[in-house]
């Protein structure tokens, strides 16, 4: 049998499977909230596992019927809602089914008494196989939430509210950037909600005064901007970074005239295939010498913080100005590669940085990252270690300056480095000695060939 109808109806808790008084664990909707077909409404858990409740049509949410706690079996309802669109086919033997507000909803309104039809089960007639699945399916099947930036499943969807982390935060590495419960733990693990976990809430051991509310309407006109993922991914790993690692910062000058003439000498040739050669590739495999001659920069503390796990290969993080905020893509095993093949790397990791096509894998295995801003402008800045790195070099705008030789003043092309490094793993005495190696290999490019 089927009909239509615009009426006003309620969502009723499908077939679970079999599974009875499931507790509501999250409402993803609000009163007023328009969502699409199969956007998902609640989450449900029970023993065995947690499950979305996808909508079975496209309409405005008028009223929730129950609250984050609630127990539900099959046929419960939900939720009023007021069906967008056109036409919504009845077919009575549907699991997944609506039933008019008429029929289920005590408190509903004269107005919508008015609109109500006869009608009393109603699913979407182009649905069926969704319509008519059990819940423990429909819990296998991917789902968006009424964020059309939020796609997750259920399962990753449950790990996240236990780590507590917002799927906001996190970037997707399924199928059309879908979340996995690979990456959770993934963003779990960096941010150090694992170990709060097993740790019972280990918390820093100080607490901040509150950040004052202040009404910035009352000085003047205001909008709102809201902070994409990206912005929100990186503001929450910078503010751990910067809280969790002692940092210093300690500052030098390259003398770069010969490496810029011997660039510009060859910049033409490159460009001719395709390649544009910057000086960040020089500064990369300086980097890479000069973690080779101090070993301790190309490390990690352990977990227990008991030991200095070293690495042997040289993977290089770079950050990365994207229209959306910052990204830092890995360039693997860069003591390997030749400037050409860096440079290519690099043309093509920034592009796919911009064009948001980055995979986790992407940003993964860094050992040491490099915050160029050389291109933009600046004498100097501080970067914040990329952890679990040890330390992250900022390079600032190269320039000509005096320099005193031979008892007169002579111009030469001077790049400014900053060395943020975490005090726990490096000495001062350390980070003065790797910023000199750096300078002494940027200085004769020649000698990072010895
Ligand atoms: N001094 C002077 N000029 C420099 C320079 C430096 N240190 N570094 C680069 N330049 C020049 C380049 O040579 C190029 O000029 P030419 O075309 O005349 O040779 C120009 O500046 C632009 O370079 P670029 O920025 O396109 O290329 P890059 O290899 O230097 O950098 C990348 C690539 C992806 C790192 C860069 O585009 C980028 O995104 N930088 C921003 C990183 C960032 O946001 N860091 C902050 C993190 S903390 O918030």
Redesign the pocket.
């Known amino acids: 049998m089927s009909e239509t109808t615009t009426d006003i109806k309620s969502v009723l808790v499908p077939d679970l499977g079999g599974a009875k008084q499931v507790q509501v664990i999250e409402i993803l909707v609000k009163p007023g909230d328009i969502v699409a077909l199969e956007d998902p409404l609640m989450t449900m858990e029970s023993d065995k596992a947690s499950m979305d409740i996808p909508a079975p049509f496209a309409g405005k949410v008028l009223e929730l019927k129950v609250r984050v706690g609630d127990k539900v079996s099959e046929g419960t309802e939900i939720l009023i809602v007021e069906p967008e669109g056109e036409l919504y086919s009845i077919n009575t033997n549907s699991s997944l089914t609506t039933k008019s507000s008429s029929e289920n909803s005590e408190q509903q309104t004269e107005e919508s008494s008015k609109k109500s039809s006869t009608s009393n089960t109603l699913v979407l007639s182009q649905k069926d196989t969704l319509t008519s699945s059990p819940l423990d399916e429909i819990s296998e099947s991917i789902t968006r939430s009424a964020d059309p930036d939020i796609y997750a499943g259920p399962g990753a969807r449950r790990l996240a509210r236990e780590y507590g982390l917002n799927l906001q935060t996190i970037a997707g590495s399924g199928h059309k950037g879908r979340i996995t419960q690979k990456d959770v733990e993934f963003v779990a693990k960096d941010s150090g909600q694992m170990q709060m976990q097993t740790s019972n809430g280990r918390d820093l051991g100080f607490t901040l005064a509150p950040r004052p509310i202040v009404d910035f309407a009352a000085f003047g006109e205001v909008s709102i901007a809201p902070l994409n993922r990206i912005k929100k991914l990186t503001g929450a790993f910078l503010h751990r970074n910067w809280v969790q690692i002692p940092h210093v910062t300690q500052f030098e000058e390259a003398d770069i005239t010969e490496l810029e003439a011997f660039r510009q000498a060859n ?1 033409a040739e490159m460009e001719r295939e395709g390649v ?1 050669l ?3 590739v020089f500064i990369m495999k300086a980097v890479i010498a000069a973690l080779s001659d101090l070993p301790n920069f190309n490390s990690s503390l352990s977990e227990d913080g008991e030991n200095l796990v070293i690495k042997h290969y040289y993977h290089l993080g ?4 994207t229209p959306n905020g ?1 990204v830092v893509p890995v360039i693997r095993d860069v003591d390997q590669k030749s400037l050409r093949t860096l440079a290519q790397e ?1 043309a093509a990791i ?1 592009q796919k940085a911009r064009e948001k096509g980055l995979q986790p894998r992407d940003m993964q295995g860094g050992c040491f990252s490099i ?6 402008g600046g004498t100097a800045f501080t ?1 914040i270690v990329n952890s679990p790195e040890v330390a992250i070099l900022g ?4 320039s000509y300056k005096p320099v005193y030789e031979n008892g007169e003043f002579v111009p030469r092309l001077m ?1 400014p480095l900053s060395l943020s490094y975490d005090h726990r793993v490096i000495d001062g005495a350390e980070a003065a000695r790797f910023c000199q190696r750096l300078a002494f290999y940027l200085s004769d490019v020649r000698r990072l060939l010895i």
Request: aromatic content about 0%; hydrophobic content about 45%; proline content about 8%.
């Open positions: 910049k544009k910057t000086p960040l770079v950050a990365v100005d910052l690099l920034s915050s160029s801003l050389g291109g933009i970067p390079v600032a705008k190269s790049l």
